[in-house]
């Protein structure tokens, strides 16, 4: 399984982008599918979750603004995000997460900056 996200850039604070992340290959069993970011010189975080019932889970500090949906006749995963702030810039990694075995796979990443 490979996941390639895109859709990063530059925007300014209020701004929005969409990213989106293209999975190929296989998952057999459950998996969830899931956005994570990484700020310069902090840890990567969760940002927000899908399961294959499509319930959602999100950060608090993006809750409201951000959207995270999928498309499985694509093997696409999206990130729509509002209203952004200058602390929202970061990597933006796709994440499938295996329930029974719990391993996970990522992305490369994706940069997102948010500033004016």
């Known amino acids: 399984v490979q996941l390639v996200e895109s859709g990063g850039g530059l925007v300014q604070p209020g701004g929005s982008l969409r990213l989106s992340c293209a999975k190929s290959g296989s998952i057999f069993g459950l998996y969830t599918m899931a956005w994570h970011r990484q700020a310069p010189g902090k840890q990567r975080e969760f940002v927000a979750v899908i399961t294959v019932r499509d319930e959602t889970n999100y950060a608090d500090s993006v809750k409201g603004r951000f959207t995270i949906s999928r498309d499985n006749s694509k093997n696409l995963l999206y990130l729509e995000m509002n209203s952004l702030k200058p602390e929202d810039t970061a990597v933006y990694y796709c994440?499938?997460?295996?329930?029974?075995?719990?391993?996970?796979?990522w992305g490369q990443g994706t940069q997102v900056t948010v500033s004016s």
């Open positions: 994440n499938v997460h295996l329930v029974l075995s719990n391993d996970n796979i």
